[in-house]
T-cell receptor, first 113, second 110 residues
Framework: ETGVTQTPRHLVMGMTNKKSLKCEQH?????MYWYKQSAKKPLELMFV???????ENNSVPSRFSPECPNSSHLFLHLHTLQPEDSALYLC????????????FGPGTRLTVL | GIQVEQSPPDLILQEGANSTLRCNFS?????LQWFHQNPWGQLINLFY???GTKQNGRLSATTVATERYSLLYISSSQTTDSGVYFC????????????FGSGTQLTVLP
């Protein structure tokens, strides 16, 4: 247990569906992140939230829409995805400052049909 | 952007053997972390080590920031050590962005 939880753990969706991924951290951190891990590729940063404000969007398509209602919760809303969006989506959190170790959730394995 | 290279990409060991994994990075960093990703995808924190040497049981890590590399040592390997080992670095400002290497796939045979 890292103190970061993600639901669901597995998700299968069609290209016309709308779904949401949820992340919750119990570590009292003030920054949260979404990463994407595709097969045979390194983890890629998608979004960064710092004190609930989005500070980074690494050229992610608009079919991925993040939401951070408070510093403990992070969502990733999905709509009209493509099969190439199938991947492991990982959430992380950290406490910004001089010591900024990131802790990861178990991930949501997404399959787009 | 910063480049992170890990070697070797694949490593197969017999149980009980020792190994060294390497991470080279192209610029000075604020943070360097080593992770172990288990077969279910969970990233487990091994070390937060922007510089110096740390040890945790059979694992130890050394980062030489001035020469832009880090090493992860695994001694007396066990089958449960199998998985992918990632090095990740950041050099950004207030919002830390980790850039990951491609990982080393370790297989420990019984």
């Amino acid at each position: 247990e890292t103190g970061v939880t993600q639901t669901p753990r597995h998700l299968v969706m069609g290209m016309t569906n709308k779904k949401s991924l949820k992340c919750e951290q119990h570590l009292g951190h003030n920054a949260m992140y979404w990463y994407k891990q595709s097969a045979k590729k390194p983890l890629e940063l998608m979004f960064v939230y710092n004190f609930k404000e989005q500070t980074e969007n690494n050229s992610v398509p608009s079919r991925f829409s993040p939401e951070c209602p408070n510093s403990s919760h992070l969502f990733l809303h999905l709509h009209t995805l493509q099969p190439e969006d199938s991947a492991l989506y990982l959430c992380a959190s950290s406490q910004l400052g001089s010591y900024n170790e990131q802790f990861f959730g178990p991930g949501t394995r997404l399959t787009v049909l | 952007g910063i480049q992170v290279e890990q070697s070797p990409p694949d490593l197969i060991l017999q149980e009980g053997a020792n190994s060294t994994l390497r991470c080279n990075f192209s610029d000075s960093v604020n943070n360097l972390q080593w992770f172990h990703q288990n077969p279910w995808g969970q990233l487990i924190n091994l070390f937060y080590i922007p510089s110096g040497t740390k040890q945790n049981g059979r694992l130890s890590a050394t980062t030489v920031a001035t020469e832009r590399y880090s090493l992860l040592y695994i001694s007396s390997s066990q089958t449960t050590d199998s998985g992918v080992y990632f090095c990740a670095v950041d050099l950004s400002g207030s919002a830390r962005q980790l850039t990951f290497g491609s990982g080393t796939q370790l297989t420990v045979l019984p």
